[in-house]
């Protein structure tokens, strides 16, 4: 079993629309939790961390629920710079500073 | 813009070639990484490193050796390059600033095994 799982999609929404991603991760020893961006042939980017309250960063919202291990991101109003893979990060031993990548989740804005 | 370069940016090579790819960095953080990328993989920790001339294994080390004699420089060695090594390799560095901290890649180099 991966650590950190992901639906790979492709997810193709409308303009406008609102996507949810999810996440499930192995590891409940896991401390901090990470949503990256990744543009075709490009380096991934940190979008937002995540937090058990929940955070928003705009159009963007992320949940933790560490009970069931499972982190989302939810994009509201879609735009077509949306379009990207969504990797679901986690860190699971601060000591390494290393994160555990999850495969990523593709997302096509259409107009 | 983390300060980080990956050299070669492409390269293609023989089976049993050894390969050198190079990051370096110019902000002096203390933790860099390597991964490589693959198709339904996702990213894959190759080696790791906490300062000089102290280095430890990721999940996919196997094939590969790591040094970093400077803080700036983190080098990934393929003594013998085999076609399954083909992949992206992204260097990565940890800045602790912020309250989680972030990982921020270099621009990655794109390796080819014939």
């Known amino acids: 079993r991966k650590e950190v799982e992901q639906d790979p999609g492709p997810f193709n929404v409308p303009e406008g629309a609102t996507v949810a991603f999810n996440c499930t991760y192995s590891?409940?020893?896991?401390?901090?939790f990470f949503w990256y961006r990744q543009d075709c042939r490009k380096e991934p980017k940190l979008l937002m961390s995540?937090?058990?309250s929940g955070n928003e960063d705009g159009r963007f919202t992320a949940q933790l629920n560490r009970a069931s291990q499972y982190i989302s991101l939810l994009i509201r109003d879609s735009k077509l710079s949306d379009s990207a893979t969504y990797l679901c990060v986690v860190l699971g031993d601060t000591g390494r500073r290393a994160l555990t990548f999850g495969s990523g989740t593709r997302l096509q804005v259409q107009p | 813009d983390a300060g980080i370069t990956q050299s070669p940016r492409h390269k293609v090579t023989e089976t049993g070639t050894p390969v050198t790819l190079r990051c370096h960095q110019t902000?002096?953080?203390?933790?860099m990484y390597w991964y490589r990328q693959d198709p339904g993989h996702g990213l894959r920790l190759i080696h790791y490193?906490?300062?000089?001339?102290?280095?430890d294994k990721g999940e996919v080390s196997d094939g590969y050796s790591v040094s970093r004699s400077k803080t700036e420089d983190f080098l990934l060695t393929l003594e013998s390059a085999t076609s399954s090594q083909t992949s992206v390799y992204f260097c990565?560095?940890?800045?602790?600033?912020?309250?989680?901290?972030?990982?921020?890649f270099g621009e990655g180099s794109r390796l080819t095994v014939l």
């Open positions: 590891n409940s020893a896991s401390q901090s």
């Open positions: 995540v937090y058990s």
């Open positions: 990565a560095i940890y800045s602790p600033k912020g309250a989680d901290g972030e990982l921020f």
């Open positions: 902000e002096n953080h203390r933790y």
């Open positions: 490193s906490y300062g000089v001339k102290d280095t």
